[in-house]
């Protein structure tokens, strides 16, 4: 959610089923007024693919530069949860590159067709883009899922081995590994896993500090930024559909944002 610079009013945003704290605006298109009915259409929205499902995710050729790959995996990520496309500050602190690196290789692949970049404002996907972020986000999603529920890893674990195993699996073992864990719709953290038509179910789901106390919550995703915060959030016994009370939960402030919450 993205907090406002106006002043807090006597009406708090009501979004998705949840009464959101004073200044956090809602951005899914059911947005209203605390105490409008809740919305009709459930806790899942389907994003199309980006060509209307017409092109298999699995069938994307995709660019045979690692770092196109993950510059363009990043804008994905980075969107995904917030306002679309990346700021070239965030891609530099999620790559671990710098800004100058950053600019020089997003003006790349601009030249490319693969986004679309002006100066001073958010990296966006094209619809090409898009169509390789989302073959890239499947593969390393469902890695991580795999290396979960299969090998026995931590969900803290995951990230780093999927990171370098997405560049190079096979999309065949990919199907495979697909099929042996039963087509998921999400990983171990709770973020969506592209479907091979393209299309993504993305809970209207909420950060547990933009929700207002008291209220009975889902979990639905963990952010998997940071291992750290993962383990402390397993240590408190939290973990995907786990039900809480917004405000009850003993975690750190860094923690407690990287819970995302649907209405219980």
Not at 41 to 69: I, K
Not at 183 to 188: G, L, W, Y
Not at 189 to 215: C, E, N, S, Y
Request: charged share 25%.
């Amino acid at each position: 959610m993205v907090t406002t610079n106006e002043p807090a009013t006597a009406q708090q945003q009501f979004c998705a089923g949840l009464t959101l704290a004073p200044g956090v605006r809602c951005e899914h298109p059911d947005a209203g007024v605390a105490g409008a009915l809740a919305p009709s259409g459930g806790d899942v929205a389907a994003e199309a693919g980006a060509d209307g499902g017409s092109l298999r995710v699995d069938d994307v050729e995709l660019p045979t530069s690692n770092v196109t790959q993950d510059y363009l995996k990043a804008i994905y990520n980075i969107g995904e949860w917030g306002p679309d496309g990346a700021s070239t500050s965030e891609l530099a602190a999620r790559l671990g590159v710098g800004a100058p690196t950053v600019s020089e290789n997003v003006q790349r692949l601009a030249g490319a067709g693969l986004v679309h970049y002006k100066p001073y404002r958010r990296v966006r996907l094209t619809v090409q883009g898009r169509r390789v972020a989302l073959a890239m986000v499947r593969r390393h999603r469902l890695m991580e899922t795999y290396l979960a529920l299969q090998l026995g890893y931590g969900w803290d674990e995951v990230h780093d081995d999927a990171e370098q195993l997405e560049h190079s699996v096979s999309d065949r073992l990919l199907g495979r590994m697909d099929d042996v864990l039963g087509h998921p719709a999400r990983d171990p953290h709770g973020d969506p896993i592209p479907q091979p038509d393209g299309t993504v179910a993305l809970p209207r789901a909420h950060r547990l500090d933009d929700v207002t106390p008291g209220q009975p919550v889902r979990i639905a995703r963990i952010s998997d930024a940071e291992p750290e915060l993962l383990r402390e959030i397993s240590e408190a016994d939290l973990d995907l559909d786990t039900e809480i009370e917004a405000g009850a939960v003993d975690l750190s402030t860094e923690a407690t944002a990287a819970i995302w919450v649907t209405r219980a």
